[in-house]
């Protein structure tokens, strides 16, 4: 979007100016995100006017594919930027079923000078989208729109998806044949006729070869599509109906999750982009997928309109769009719909057994499944109690829809590790797995789910046959290949695990995204490498207590305490615990990080809460702290709970001070000897 000379506007306490992509109040910056600044001016230059939303669209995101929902989110955005409250229209008035009008009086600034005392020349906004097209024709423009200069750079065209092969430099042998005078020259030089028979041929292979990197093989297979489907937008900003925007989308991806010809980015890849403006480039870019699905919901009493976009990222081309709408009481109807919508859009084929898994189900209760919808919506928050009471509600409404018992396992499960609540939500974790897999012996979730329970309550070794099995028939499906790398870990195969979590990243790159760290690099001494695959956008609790213990095991402990410190705020956990703990070791605070680590283990102990590798940790920071007898106490604890990396255990440079010591040795062997029964039962 460009404006003209003279924009400068005042309205109100606030000043705007275009040139500067600034918004003042009383001379105090205000932040606006780059659409939302775009909209205002939008908005200012038409004071008065209404403009319908079709203008809106042109002017502010032309050349891009969004949804009407982005421009619901960006008006309240702006509303509660200038300080509209409580549903007042003091400066953005909204006109029902036509657009808006911005109604506070504007008065046009002079124009300002540059150092020379020429009129300022106002480019383009370095925020907006360079493919936008300014005001939409039918408005006046309030001035002039300055053509670009010879100084002035174009913006990039979008950047495709070309497959790699396309980018290589053809051999130099063909790129030579390509030149003319070339093959009458090399004809001439040949003097016999063998010599013409071998030019030929040289000459043949070289044009084959050069065919070979200008077009590649179409026999090559076809890589799935990526695919994101985003968090709905609640366009009528009823928080009563939050929980609609990302349990519905999660709902999409559970269904498609089955479908080969998909890679499907998992809930907790797009939980970050729920109630946010979406740039669907940025986000496909950050997703690393080629085909976005985006939509908005509104919900109006019992009445419900769903609406969706789908588009290809490459080209910016619809594929499709949508409306539903149906009574509040039909929400299972929405991800039928929608998936059948995604299919016929994509042209997808599809085998008997993964048609047979997208029939309608119409099974569960309206009210049980709308408990259901909003238990996943708290799971995705992290709110493991709260989920765990909606879940619960669901399933006994309808005791017979299994993905409410998969998730109510898994609600039960984060509850038991992360909120320390123990033996007993592991036990009906486990339950309610059981009664997923009675109801649905298929479902991949609840046999993931009930393979990382194993694992983190000791065993492994049964984890390792139902997630191979689950892979033998689900295809390349990336959460199964990092959690079959997550089992290794625990029994020492480095190699093997390493190898399923980079399968896991090949399929899915944002399986790195969703709070998941890779500590096989770390149980491996490649500490650069770990740090380097850690999320670089993640602030949860979690990976900034990884981002620390990296930078622990590197010799930055200021860095580390930093680090530490800041997950403890962000969240009181086990891991953060053993952080804050490690903490105080870098202080100096001895008798303050034994006080965090005593009244952790006796609160494991007392709960039962099964996560071995958190015991570890938990030893390790006693060695940090110097209390070598504890340390190997928890650390027995540890290798017979069920983690058992003996490679980790022999070289691991944080337990070098208890290497000497006779307890020490026997762990190592016990760590060993499991370890190597592993190798054979499922190696060799």
């Given amino acids: 979007m460009s404006w003209g000379v003279g924009s400068l506007y005042a309205f109100d306490d606030f000043r705007l100016e275009p040139s500067e992509h600034l918004l003042l109040r009383n001379g105090q910056a205000v932040p606006l995100p780059p659409r ?41 955005a702006l509303r509660r930027a200038l300080g509209d409250k409580d549903g007042a229209s003091h400066h953005i008035e909204t006109v029902p079923k036509q657009g808006y009008r911005f109604v506070a009086p504007v008065s046009e600034m002079p124009v300002r000078e540059n150092r020379n005392g020429a009129a300022a020349r106002l480019t383009p906004s370095a925020h907006a989208d360079p493919m936008a097209a300014g005001s939409p024709a039918g408005l006046p423009q309030a001035t002039s729109a300055v053509a670009p200069t010879e100084n002035t750079a174009p913006s990039p ?19 030579a044949a390509a030149q003319p005078g070339f093959l009458s020259a090399a004809l001439k030089s040949a003097t016999r006729p ?74 907790s ?18 997703l690393e997928v080629d085909t976005l699905l985006t939509g908005g919901f509104l919900r109006d009493g019992d009445n419900l309109r769903i609406t969706y976009q789908l588009f290809d990222v490459p080209t910016q081309k619809m594929l499709g769009r949508g409306t539903i709408d149906l009574r509040y009481g039909n929400l299972l109807r929405v991800q039928d719909e929608v998936v059948a919508h995604i299919v016929r859009d994509l042209a997808l084929k599809l085998s008997a057994a993964e048609t047979a898994h997208l029939k309608p189900d119409f099974s569960s209760s309206p009210l049980a499944y709308e408990y259901y919808l909003r238990g996943v919506d708290l799971h995705g928050q992290h709110e493991f109690p709260l989920a765990i009471q909606m879940l619960e509600k669901s399933t006994e409404l309808d005791p017979n829809y299994a993905l409410a018992w998969a998730y109510l396992g898994a609600s039960y499960t984060s509850d038991a590790a992360f909120e320390l609540g123990g033996r007993e939500q592991y036990r009906r974790a486990q339950a309610a797995y059981e009664r997923a897999l009675t109801l649905d012996p298929s479902q991949l979730e609840a046999r993931m789910f009930l393979a990382n329970l194993l694992i983190d309550t000791g065993r492994v070794e049964e984890s390792i ?75 949860g609790a979690f990976v900034t207590f990884y981002r620390g213990f990296g930078e622990y095991y590197l010799g930055d402990r200021d860095a580390a305490a930093r680090h530490f410190d800041r997950a403890f705020e962000i969240d009181v956990s086990l891991y953060t615990r053993i952080g804050k703990a490690l903490s105080h070791a870098i202080k100096g605070q001895r008798a303050d990080g034994l006080e965090v680590l005593k009244s952790l283990e006796e609160e494991i102990e007392r709960r039962g809460v099964g996560d071995p590798e958190g015991e570890y940790k938990l030893a390790q920071a006693y060695v940090a702290l110097g209390d070598h007898a504890s340390a190997l106490r928890v650390l027995r604890v540890s290798v017979a709970g069920g983690f058992f990396p003996y490679p980790y255990l022999a070289t691991d440079p944080l337990l070098d001070p208890l290497r000497r010591q006779r307890a020490f040795t026997d762990i190592l062997t016990m760590s060993l000897t499991r370890h190597e029964a592993f190798r054979t039962q499922f190696f060799h």
Wanted: hydrophobic share 45%; aromatic share 8%; net charge negative.
């Fill in 269 to 286: 890849a797009v939980e970050k982009y729920r109630g946010k403006i979406i740039d669907p480039r940025a986000v496909a870019a950050d």
């Fill in 157 to 175: 065209p979008p950047v495709a998806l070309e497959p790699t092969a396309a980018f290589v430099t053809p051999p130099a042998s063909s790129a």
């Fill in 36 to 76: 939302a600044f775009d909209l205002l001016v939008f908005l200012v230059r038409n004071g008065g006017r209404l403009v319908t939303k079709d203008q809106i669209m042109q002017a502010v995101w032309s050349g891009t594919v969004v949804e009407e929902a982005n421009l619901t989110v960006t008006i309240s």
């Fill in 465 to 539: 046959p139902l997630l191979r099995a689950a892979l033998r028939e689900s295809g390349s499906y990336a959460p199964l290949h990092w959690e079959l790398g997550y089992a290794y870990r625990f029994a020492g195969m480095l190699a093997e695990s390493l190898a399923e979590c980079e399968r896991a990243l090949q399929i899915d790159p944002s399986v790195k995204s969703n709070g998941s760290v890779l500590n096989t690099y770390l149980y491996r001494g490649e500490y650069r490498e770990f740090m380097a695959s850690l999320p670089q956008i993640d602030e």
């Fill in 194 to 267: 063998f010599q013409v028979v071998l030019v030929l041929c040289v000459l043949a292979i070289g044009a084959l070869a050069y065919l070979h990197f200008r077009h590649p093989a179409s026999e090559t297979v076809a890589q799935p599509r990526s695919l994101a489907i985003l968090p709905l937008q609640n366009l009528k900003q009823d928080p009563d109906s939050d929980f609609l925007g990302f349990s519905l989308a999660d709902a999409l991806i559970t269904k498609l999750d089955y479908v080969s010809s998909l890679s499907v980015r998992p809930s």
